[in-house]
Nanobody, 120 residues
């Protein structure tokens, strides 16, 4: 069983900062790309940022310059540093990982989501 456990969500004021964490656990051979998605009420889930196992990053245009994705391969953990937060950033943030098992079977694993609320 492979799980992604997220933490760091909560209430923050506009202009504030927050850091989300997502740790993968279980018997894993390797993790390829890790990514963050978000879903606001009434909206579809949208891509936020991704990072490969070598550190290459990709961001949605809406968050470039404000959000930074990083990872610690030794801890199988991905982070999302969120600066200059806006009310429009309010959403449930989901972690995603492309996992290669010992058997070399490939899995796309999702976290349970963590709520970020940006409000005064």
């Amino acid at each position: 069983q492979v799980q992604l456990v997220e933490s760091g969500g909560g209430l923050v004021q506009p202009g504030g900062s927050l850091r989300l964490s997502c740790a993968a656990s279980g018997v894993i051979f390797s993790i390829d790309t890790m990514a963050w998605y978000r879903q606001a009420p009434g909206n579809q889930r949208e891509f936020v940022a991704s990072i490969t196992n070598s550190g290459a990053t990709n961001y949605a245009d809406s968050v470039k310059g404000r959000l930074t994705i990083s990872r610690d391969n030794a801890k199988n953990t991905v982070y999302l540093k969120m600066n200059s937060l806006k009310p429009k950033d309010t959403a449930v943030y989901y972690c995603n990982a492309e996992v290669l098992l010992i058997s070399r079977s490939r899995l796309a694993v999702w976290g349970q989501g963590t709520l970020v609320t940006v409000s005064a």
